[in-house]
C-alpha cells in the first residue's frame, strides 16, 4: 500500500538545538498532520495542516504543507529533553478520513 | 477523563487461542478506527467503522473481526493468534468530514507466545 517517506529515521539532540524532519509522497494528500509517540503512549496530534503552502506553529513547533501537497517538514526549535519521542507523519487523503503514516522520526537524546 | 479508551492495556496469551480488545471513546465522533503497530513502530490501518457500518477494511486476515455495537464502540476480537500478531492494536476516533483530527487510545500491547 502507500507509503510516506520519512526522514531522518533518527536523531540525537543536544539541549537547545533546533531540530527538522520531513516526509514525502509520491501522492497528492489533502491534510498533513504531524503526531507525537511517548514510549507506551499512543500518538498525539500535534500540527494539523490543511492547505498547501500553509505555515502553521504550536510553541515550538513549526509545520509546513508543501506547495506541491506532496510533502511536510516539521521543525522543533530550541529542543528540550522532553521533545525525545517518535514524531510521526500522516497523510489524508481527500475521500475518506484514512490516515497513511510515515516511518516515523526516533529523537534521542545526545550522550 | 481519558477520550478514547481500550482494554486491556497489556495481553499476553498462547497461540491459536481467541482474545478481544475493546475500544470506546467519548468524544461524540461517528467514525472509529484500529490502527496495528509493528516491532519496527510502523503503523497502519486496520478498519475504519462509520455510524457502526464498516468502510475501510485493509486486507487484513479473516481472523480478525471488529464489532461495532454502537458509535462509540468499536471492539476487535481475533480468532486462531498466531505468533505474528504480536503488536500493539491502537484504536482511535474521529468526526465524519474527511480532514477531521483522528484521537488515538493508549494502544494494547499484543504478545502472542
Known amino acids: 500500500g502507500q507509503q510516506l517517506n520519512q526522514s531522518p529515521q533518527s536523531m540525537f539532540i543536544q539541549e537547545g538545538e533546533d531540530v527538522s524532519m520531513n516526509c514525502t509522497s509520491s501522492s497528492i494528500f489533502n491534510t498533513w498532520l504531524w503526531y507525537k509517540q511517548d514510549p507506551g503512549e499512543g500518538p498525539v496530534l500535534l500540527i494539523a495542516?490543511?492547505?498547501?503552502?500553509e505555515l502553521t506553529s504550536n510553541g515550538r513547533l513549526t509545520a509546513q504543507f508543501g506547495i506541491t501537497r506532496k510533502d511536510s517538514f516539521l521543525n522543533i526549535s530550541a529542543s528540550i529533553p522532553s521533545d525525545v519521542g517518535i514524531y510521526f507523519c500522516a497523510g489524508q487523503e481527500a475521500a475518506g478520513n484514512k490516515l497513511t503514516f510515515g516511518g516515523g522520526t526516533r529523537v534521542l537524546v545526545k550522550p | 477523563d481519558t477520550a478514547v479508551s481500550q482494554t486491556p492495556k497489556y495481553l499476553v496469551t498462547q497461540m491459536g487461542n481467541d482474545k478481544s480488545i475493546k475500544c470506546e471513546q467519548n468524544?461524540?465522533?461517528?467514525?472509529m478506527y484500529w490502527y496495528k503497530q509493528d516491532s519496527k513502530k510502523f503503523l497502519k490501518i486496520m478498519f475504519s467503522?462509520?455510524?457502526?457500518?464498516?468502510?475501510i477494511n485493509e486486507t487484513v486476515p479473516n481472523r480478525f473481526s471488529p464489532k461495532s455495537p454502537d458509535k462509540a464502540h468499536l471492539n476487535l476480537h481475533i480468532n486462531s493468534l498466531e505468533l505474528g500478531d504480536s503488536a500493539v492494536y491502537f484504536c482511535a476516533s474521529s468526526r465524519e468530514r474527511p480532514g477531521n483530527t483522528i484521537y488515538f487510545g493508549e494502544g494494547s500491547w499484543l504478545t502472542v507466545v
Open positions: 468524544l461524540g465522533h461517528d467514525t
Open positions: 495542516l490543511y492547505k498547501a503552502g
Open positions: 467503522y462509520n455510524n457502526k457500518e464498516l468502510i
